[in-house]
C-alpha cells in the first residue's frame, strides 16, 4: 500500500493528508482531494469505504444530471364533476419527495380556488407518496423506509389530513405568503367521502374531465434542504424518482465511467439497509467521491447555479429551526462562507465531502475517518476539521464565495394550479 501511494503522490502531498498522530493516521479510513490542477492525491484513495450520509451528495447529482436543477417534479390533479357541487379527484403522482401534510394543504387551497369543496371518491395512483413528517420527526430520522408508505398507508395518512385539514394551516399559510408570495385562501374547506388508491393502468378520464398541473419547488430547492439538513427520507424519495440501483449503477458508469469497484449505492440516503438479510451500508472510493463532486459543480455552473445552491455552505443557510449540520459541526473563522459540503456519520465512519474555496481554487475533497459510535464520533469530527483546516492552509487560506442563504419554500407561484386538460406532459 504504501508503494503504490508513494507512486500517485508526492511526499508534500502525503505529508499533508495524512494526519500528524499515529492516533489520528489509524483512523482515516480515506482522504483524497482533487488540486487546482485536476489531480487526485491522498491516502486510500480507491479503497471502498462507507460513506454514510455522503450519500446523498451522490443522490444529488443523480438528480440534477438527469432531471436538471430548474425542473420541477409534477403532480395532476384530474377533476371529475359529479354533480353541481361534487367531483371524483384522482391524482396522478409525479414522485414528489415533498408531498407532505403541508403540501397537501396547499393543493386544497389551489382546489377551493376552483370551486372544490366536495368529493365523493378521491384516488391516486402509485407514483403519488404521500408522508405527513416530511421535514422532521423522529422516525424518518431513525428509519426513513418508515415513513415510505404503501397503499393502506396512503390511505389511512389521507383520511387523517382530510380529518385534520386546517391543524397549522394559519401559519403554513402565513410562512408560505411571505416566502413565497403566494395568495391562499383563508380557511380550507374538503369534504372527502372515498379514498383509494387506484393504478395508473386503471384510471379512466371522463370527457368532461379537467386536469391541473401542480408542481413542486425547483429540483435544486428540494435538493438543497435535503443536504443541508441530512433528510434521509427526500433522499431516499428522489433517488427512487430517478430509478433503483441498478439504474444508478448504469447512470453512474456512462456518466464517468466508474462501476462497482468504485462505488455500491443501495439507497439514496446511505442510511443502512437489509440486503439479503445482511447490512448494506453505501460505499464509494474517495477518488469516485471527489470526482462525482466535480462534474456536479461543473454542471450546475451550466445552469446558473454553484455548488452552494445545492449542498451546505459554512456559516450560510439560516434555518427556520436550527443551522444546517455543516455549520453545526464545521463552521469557524477560516470555513465561514468558504467550506461547502455534506456531512456523514453511521456506526462505521464519520464523513465529510465537498469544496474549499481556497485562495488558490477549488479543492474537492473528501474525508472518511472511523468511527462514528456514540463516544467516538466527536473526536472523529475533530480530525476532520483539522484536516479541513490543513486544506485551507494548504492552498493559501480561504476564499469567501460570497453565498446568501434562501429560506426555505416547499412551494413557490410555479407550483400553483394550471390548467392543462388535454395536453400530454412528459
Given amino acids: 500500500m504504501k508503494q503504490r501511494l508513494i507512486t500517485r503522490t508526492s511526499v508534500v502531498a502525503v505529508a499533508f493528508l495524512i494526519l500528524s498522530t499515529g492516533y489520528a493516521a489509524d483512523r482515516t479510513k480515506a482522504s483524497c482531494i482533487i488540486d487546482?490542477?485536476?489531480?487526485?492525491?491522498?491516502?486510500?484513495?480507491?479503497?471502498?469505504?462507507?460513506?454514510?450520509?455522503?450519500?446523498?451528495?451522490?443522490?444529488?447529482?443523480?438528480?440534477?444530471?438527469k432531471l436538471g436543477a430548474h425542473r420541477r417534479f409534477i403532480t395532476k390533479i384530474n377533476l371529475t364533476?359529479?354533480?353541481?357541487?361534487?367531483?371524483?379527484?384522482?391524482?396522478?403522482?409525479?414522485?414528489?419527495?415533498?408531498?407532505?401534510?403541508?403540501?397537501?394543504?396547499?393543493?386544497?387551497?389551489?382546489?377551493?380556488?376552483?370551486?372544490?369543496?366536495?368529493?365523493?371518491?378521491?384516488?391516486?395512483?402509485?407514483s403519488f407518496k404521500y408522508a405527513d413528517p416530511i421535514r422532521t420527526g423522529g422516525r424518518v430520522a431513525n428509519n426513513p423506509e418508515h415513513a415510505i408508505l404503501g397503499r393502506n398507508g396512503m390511505i389511512t395518512a389521507l383520511r387523517d389530513a382530510v380529518k385534520r385539514l386546517n391543524d397549522g394551516y394559519a401559519t403554513?399559510?402565513?410562512?408560505?405568503?411571505?416566502?413565497?408570495?403566494?395568495?391562499?385562501?383563508?380557511?380550507?374547506?374538503?369534504?372527502?367521502?372515498?379514498?383509494?388508491?387506484?393504478?395508473?393502468?386503471?384510471?379512466?378520464?371522463?370527457?368532461?374531465?379537467?386536469?391541473?398541473?401542480?408542481?413542486?419547488?425547483?429540483?435544486?430547492?428540494?435538493?438543497?434542504?435535503?443536504?443541508?439538513?441530512?433528510?434521509?427520507?427526500?433522499?431516499?424519495?428522489?433517488?427512487?424518482?430517478?430509478?433503483?440501483?441498478?439504474a444508478y449503477k448504469a447512470f453512474i458508469e456512462k456518466e464517468l465511467g466508474l462501476n462497482s469497484e468504485d462505488l455500491m449505492m443501495g439507497n439514496g440516503s446511505g442510511y443502512p439497509i437489509k440486503v439479503d438479510g445482511k447490512r448494506f451500508d453505501n460505499r464509494a472510493t474517495c477518488s469516485a467521491v471527489v470526482r462525482i463532486i466535480k462534474d456536479m459543480r461543473e454542471a450546475l455552473v451550466k445552469e446558473d447555479l454553484r455548488l452552494g445552491d445545492v449542498v451546505a455552505v459554512a456559516g450560510s443557510d439560516a434555518s427556520d429551526d436550527s443551522p444546517s449540520t455543516t455549520s453545526a459541526v464545521y463552521k469557524n473563522e477560516t470555513t465561514?462562507?468558504?467550506?461547502?459540503?455534506?456531512?456523514?456519520?453511521?456506526?462505521?465512519?464519520?464523513?465529510?465531502?465537498?469544496?474549499?474555496?481556497?485562495?488558490?481554487?477549488?479543492?474537492?475533497?473528501?474525508?472518511?475517518?472511523?468511527?462514528?459510535?456514540?463516544?467516538?464520533?466527536?473526536s472523529a469530527r475533530s480530525l476532520i476539521g483539522q484536516e479541513v483546516r490543513r486544506i485551507?492552509?494548504?492552498?493559501?487560506?480561504?476564499?469567501?464565495?460570497?453565498?446568501?442563504?434562501?429560506?426555505?419554500?416547499?412551494?413557490?407561484?410555479?407550483?400553483?394550479?394550471?390548467?392543462?386538460t388535454g395536453e400530454k406532459l412528459n
Fill in 172 to 246: 403554513f399559510r402565513k410562512n408560505l405568503e411571505n416566502k413565497a408570495g403566494i395568495s391562499m385562501v383563508s380557511r380550507l374547506a374538503l369534504g372527502v367521502q372515498n379514498i383509494d388508491g387506484l393504478a395508473a393502468t386503471e384510471y379512466q378520464s371522463a370527457v368532461s374531465t379537467r386536469t391541473f398541473m401542480m408542481s413542486s419547488s425547483e429540483v435544486h430547492v428540494i435538493l438543497k434542504e435535503m443536504n443541508r439538513k441530512s433528510n434521509n427520507y427526500i433522499a431516499n424519495m428522489a433517488f427512487r424518482a430517478m430509478g433503483d440501483a441498478s
Fill in 81 to 126: 364533476e359529479v354533480d353541481k357541487e361534487t367531483y371524483d379527484i384522482h391524482i396522478t403522482g409525479g414522485m414528489d419527495p415533498l408531498f407532505s401534510k403541508s403540501k397537501f394543504q396547499f393543493m386544497v387551497s389551489e382546489l377551493n380556488k376552483v370551486g372544490v369543496t366536495k368529493v365523493r371518491n378521491m384516488t391516486f395512483d402509485e
Fill in 336 to 378: 465561514e462562507d468558504a467550506l461547502i459540503a455534506k456531512t456523514g456519520t453511521s456506526d462505521p465512519v464519520v464523513a465529510l465531502a465537498g469544496a474549499a474555496s481556497t485562495k488558490e481554487g477549488v479543492i474537492y475533497f473528501s474525508i472518511m475517518m472511523a468511527d462514528g459510535r456514540p463516544g467516538k464520533a466527536a
Fill in 392 to 420: 485551507f492552509k494548504r492552498f493559501g487560506g480561504p476564499e469567501e464565495i460570497g453565498f446568501k442563504a434562501r429560506g426555505f419554500s416547499m412551494a413557490d407561484k410555479g407550483s400553483m394550479f394550471v390548467e392543462v
Fill in 36 to 65: 487546482p490542477s485536476g489531480k487526485i492525491e491522498g491516502t486510500n484513495v480507491d479503497k471502498l469505504v462507507e460513506i454514510a450520509s455522503v450519500s446523498k451528495v451522490l443522490t444529488t447529482h443523480w438528480v440534477v444530471k
